[in-house]
């Protein structure tokens, strides 16, 4: 986090922008929109400067660091989990543990999920195997 201070007008301002969830004093959060429309603006080739101007952010009012810090962030979180990475998890986890247990049910539909999700990801790694051998072929 930044130790720019926003004040109240900065806060107006940045508010108004529709890329902007939240705003307070200490901190800015962006929509998952703009982290999505910020990726693929930099894989063009675009400064993050530049992007967050095109944009409608005002940069005297952010601030290069905090630009700097969540382009470097958003850039991690794309390459570690793609499209997914990019959104804001704090309101779908606020790292208590579940208060109620699972039944054997759910329990099993979870399991049964984790099972479809684990033969899709080995056929998609059989059909990359298929095409690095193929291509090693060619070579």
Known sequence: MSKKIFTNE????????????????????????????FISEDGKGKFPRLIFEEYGFDINI??????????YRWRTAYDKEGVLGLQDT????????REKALSIEEKYERLKAQISFLKAENELLKKLDMLERGMMKKK
Not at 10 to 33: C, F, M, P, Q
Not at 62 to 71: N, P, S, T, Y
Not at 90 to 97: E, T, W
């Open 62 to 71: 952010l601030g290069k660091r905090r630009i700097e810090m969540a382009a």
């Open 90 to 97: 704090r309101k779908d986890n606020s790292g208590r543990p």
């Open 10 to 37: 900065e806060i107006e301002i940045l508010s108004k922008n529709k890329y902007v969830k939240r705003v307070s004093a200490k901190g800015i959060t962006y929509t998952d929109e703009f982290k999505r429309i």
